[in-house]
């Protein structure tokens, strides 16, 4: 047991914390800040310095840096703790990219990753369908090779970023007769293609957060696909457990903490602070004990990683535990506010501008998104605990 | 940075759980919480140099960290296993290594070789039940110490009102030792009565009290962690291999999901057990608030794993045939014993002076 990272490492954090004080009111508001002069000028100065995109090769537009876990962890911490954005998400950068790197063919390389990483293009990521939701394989959206094109009908949903997007990755079945796993494949689309229609999808929150996005004989040049001809799964899922474990991260679930804190000091119920009220109280500790115990559970992982030792199980829960504890820390800043937490929208007692309430709401679809908390039960009790898996029915409705 | 079990700790939690695998079997929990003597247990457990971890090798001991005592205490919760470890083999020698040192010359080595026993009569420094409590005066001690964790030990730690310790022989004059029969029999559980009653002290300093409430408090969680991982594969193995409707039951997704809830609250207090454990020696400004937090929360998914393994297995669960109950117990112990969740969460909100 050693907690230290070692004087290397309390060096680099010194130089990220350096030039976060020196550059840091060079960066736009929120990583969401898409397009703006400013945020792909960030952009660049933190490619330039290895502090996003650290270890994709400068030949496609990185940074270029050894993959060094540690180094990337006191980044990730440090911007956090600075409440600085650390560049571009979204789906290009955190899915594709990846993919893309193990299974583009080098033109896909040279040609997508350098604008994706700059901020130039921005991706949607095409999986789910109306149909297709907790049994992702079983998606039905056509893609028919036509000549050198594709042809694409059928329609996605829970686009997140559809509306500004200008490129899409997908799963479109291309081999109707295969078995359902193996008929799938992974392809890029232009999202300005004749024949998609893209419609906001007004949910809970009053936002569009994401969309559906509709196509008719949408043709798309053959050589678009990323990897093999129904191999669209294997590549989907070379990813996926990443998605997973950044949906459940502890380090934003401190962050909202430490926020909490704050607000039940300064609501009062006959003039008393929240905090200083027994039942509430408690419920701050409790949930304030399940943080730390995600926190210590994150740790753990990271050595894991470091270490190339095994952890499957710590990792397998960190999804559904994390989106389950950041939901209920929204609805204890709910019940700490009463009345107060029912403002909405245009009200003049709306604390810190409603993002309790929208956190609240938007939690929720975290919880069913990247894989339902049902689904993560099923995970964890069949690879985890080595459970029987779930009988296979067939398409008449019979067992199998 | 390495946040994980050495080799050298895998292989003592090897070798304590191999001595534990043939000597604490069913028929020896069941044996022993009927009355049955434990003390060849004990004695085996001291010799495997349990009862001398924590003391250093100068001193004769072990010296082995708090991390590596919480990995023995996982052991015996595992295998539901009685001794009188906390007091024993944790408080009682970190106490006398920082008293006097003729008491130190007096007590250590017998603690250490398990021919001498201690106790612990800690109870109230979480919050004093009824009118308990304990005064020292001169040297001598009066009042009541309840819940004292193996109060017929021929020696006893003892915490009065002031935070203040000291150590009692068991035949002291003026001193009233019973057991009290708790649902958890496979501890041992009782009450101390002062009266002008002679002792030693080993410490006035409170903090120094604090530090060794915190190391009860963790080797507690750890007991826990150890007894609700049994309940836990107990039940996985019990769902995999018991049939209902032409099905092994842990087809069914209404238990698979017990079961993988049960995993999924219970992986995370693994690490919290760790970082807690290490705070204790390594991290001193954080030892008591991770003590008081990881005391809680694994008290409180404890609880979750012993209801729901309970409740997994069926009816056979509820039965001494297969005695589960003696984990759930165990568990239900850990959990009042040295502060409720609730005492423990009030206390770290106050350690954070919130």
């Known amino acids: 047991m050693d907690l230290s990272f070692g004087p290397e490492y309390e060096d680099f954090r010194q130089q990220v914390r350096s030039f976060l004080e020196a550059r840091g009111d060079e960066a736009p508001a929120s990583q969401r800040d898409y397009r703006s002069a400013k945020a792909l000028a960030w952009q660049q100065t933190l490619i330039a310095h290895g502090y996003t995109a650290r270890t994709i090769p400068k030949a496609y537009g990185g940074h270029g840096a050894e993959p060094d876990i540690l180094k990337s962890r006191i980044i990730s911490d440090e911007f956090s703790r600075a409440r600085v954005s650390g560049g571009f998400g979204g789906q290009g950068i955190a899915m594709l990219v990846p993919t893309l790197l193990e299974l583009g063919t080098e033109a896909q390389k040279s040609e997508i990753i350098p604008p994706t990483l700059s901020g130039e293009l921005i991706w949607c990521q095409g999986y789910s369908e109306p149909e297709a939701g907790s049994d992702l394989a079983s998606l039905r959206t056509s893609a028919v090779l036509d000549g050198d094109e594709w042809v694409i009908n059928g329609n996605k949903i829970w686009t997140s970023t559809a509306q500004i997007a200008d490129w899409m990755f997908c799963l479109v079945r291309t081999e109707p007769d295969a078995p359902k796993h193996e008929g799938i494949s992974f392809l890029l689309l232009r999202m300005d293609t004749p024949g998609i229609d893209v419609r906001p999808l007004l949910d809970m929150t009053e936002n569009a957060n994401f969309n559906e996005v509709f196509f008719t004989d949408v043709r798309v040049p053959a050589g678009q696909i990323v990897g093999k001809r129904g191999q669209g799964w294997q590549v989907a899922n070379a990813i996926l457990g990443h998605e997973r474990e950044l949906l459940g991260d502890p380090n934003v679930a401190l962050t909202r ?79 700490a506010m009463g009345e107060f937490g029912l403002a909405y929208g245009d009200n003049d007692y709306l604390r810190d501008n409603g993002l309790w309430q929208w956190n609240y709401m938007y939690y929720l679809g975290l919880i069913i998104g990247g894989g339902t908390s049902q ?22 409705g019979g067992a199998a | 940075m390495d946040f994980g079990l050495s080799s050298d700790q895998v292989a003592l939690q090897d070798s304590v759980n191999r001595f534990l695998d043939e000597q604490m079997n069913l028929d020896a929990v069941k044996a022993y919480s009927a009355g049955g003597d434990a003390d060849a247990c004990w004695q085996g457990l001291a010799e495997l140099g349990v009862a001398s971890l924590l003391v250093p090798e100068a ?131 009782g009450e101390l009565r002062f009266s002008e009653t002679p002792a030693e002290l080993l410490s006035d300093d409170p903090q120094h009290t604090a530090a060794l409430l915190d190391h009860a408090r963790v080797m507690l969680v750890a007991d826990t962690v150890g007894a609700a991982q049994h309940m836990l594969d107990a039940a996985v193995a019990y769902a995999k291999d018991r049939k209902q409707f032409n099905r092994v039951i842990g087809s069914f997704q209404s238990v698979k999901h017990l ?42 998914v404890g609880t979750f794993v012993a209801r729901t393994a309970t409740e997994v297995h069926g009816g056979v669960g509820f039965t001494d045939l297969l005695g589960l109950h003696y984990w759930f117990k165990r568990i239900g112990f850990n959990r009042q014993a040295l502060g409720a969740p609730e005492l423990v969460r009030e206390q770290a909100a106050r350690l954070q002076t919130l």
């Not at chain 2, 919480?70 to 106490?95: F, K, N, Q, R």
């Not at chain 2, 760790?274 to 937090?293: D, N, R």
Request: aromatic share 4%; hydrophobic share 45%.
């Open chain 1, 257 to 335: 903490l430490n926020s909490l804190i704050e607000l039940m000091r300064n609501e009062t119920v006959d003039g008393t602070p929240v905090i200083d009220m027994p039942a509430y109280r408690d419920r701050l500790m409790r949930i304030q004990g399940r943080v730390m115990a995600m926190r210590f559970n994150d740790l753990r992982l990271l050595s894991a990683r470091v270490n190339q030792q095994p952890a499957p199980l710590a990792r397998m829960i960190v999804k559904l535990q994390g989106t389950e504890l950041r939901h209920e820390l929204e609805q204890l800043a709910i019940d």
């Open chain 2, 59 to 189: 001193q004769g001991g072990v010296g082995l960290s708090a991390l590596d005592a919480a990995l023995v205490a996982e052991c015996l919760g595992a295998h539901a296993a009685p001794g009188p470890y906390i007091g024993s083999a944790v408080v009682a020698p970190l106490a006398l290594l920082h008293a006097r040192e003729a008491l130190r010359e007096r007590w250590l080595g017998a603690l250490m070789d398990g021919t001498v026993s201690a106790g612990l009569a800690f109870s109230e420094l979480a919050g004093a039940r009824a009118d308990a409590g304990v005064n020292a005066s001169n040297g001598k001690l009066s009042g009541r110490a309840m819940f004292v964790l193996d109060p017929l030990a021929a020696l006893q730690v003892v915490a009065t009102r002031e935070k203040h310790l000291y150590l009692v022989e068991s035949a002291a004059a003026g001193l009233e030792s019973r057991v009290l029969t708790t649902i958890d029999r496979t501890r041992a559980c």
């Open chain 1, 375 to 396: 689904i993560q039960k099923n995970i964890i009790s069949e690879r985890g605990l080595g459970m029987p898996k779930e009988p296979k029915y067939s398409a008449t």
């Open chain 2, 259 to 300: 079961c993988a809830e049960m995993a999924a609250e219970l992986e995370p207090c693994r690490a919290m057990l760790w970082y807690a454990a290490y705070a204790l020696g390594e991290l001193p400004a954080e030892a008591s608030l991770t003590a008081c937090h990881t005391k809680a929360h694994v008290a409180e």
